[in-house]
């Protein structure tokens, strides 16, 4: 129940229907991991399954949610978020509890992979730039 709403979408839903594939960043929370939300401003896969080819879309959509615990893809039919990858030392438990619906997990899950020293000093590298 938003309090408010800002007009517009300053192009995110161009994007969103545009742009080849969509990876999305964001902290897990119950406020952010919602069964279902009030508005949307960018197109997803809405109902799921086809429902963006039968809406003439014809680009893949969200393809990769990264969030502080786990890495998540959409299910190939029903286009559900599926936790594919656990960070390390985090456990279903926890993405559970930060989740405000029943999670779906890979039969097969793995553990997402540490960052590299090169990839820790180009991040390192741009927040000391910005």
């Known amino acids: 129940h938003p309090k408010t709403r800002l007009p517009g979408g300053g192009g995110a ?3 969103a229907t545009s742009s080849k ?3 999305i960043t964001m902290a897990q929370t119950k406020r952010g991991m919602v069964e279902k939300i009030d508005f949307f401003t960018s197109f997803g896969h809405g109902e799921g399954g086809d429902h963006r080819q039968r809406l003439g879309i014809d680009t893949a959509g969200p393809t990769l ?3 502080d615990l786990a890495v ?3 299910d ?3 286009k559900e978020f ?3 990858s656990l960070h390390p030392g985090v456990t279903r438990k926890q993405v559970q509890e930060s989740c405000g619906w029943v999670v779906k997990f890979a039969e097969a899950l793995d553990e997402t992979p540490a960052p590299s020293e090169l990839e820790l000093k180009t991040l390192r590298d741009l ?3 910005t």
């Open 76 to 78: 190939p039919v029903t």
């Open 72 to 74: 998540w893809k959409p």
């Open 13 to 15: 839903p161009e994007i």
């Open 127 to 129: 927040q000391a730039r």
């Open 21 to 23: 594939e969509i990876y």
């Open 82 to 84: 599926t936790v594919v």
């Open 65 to 67: 949610l990264i969030t």
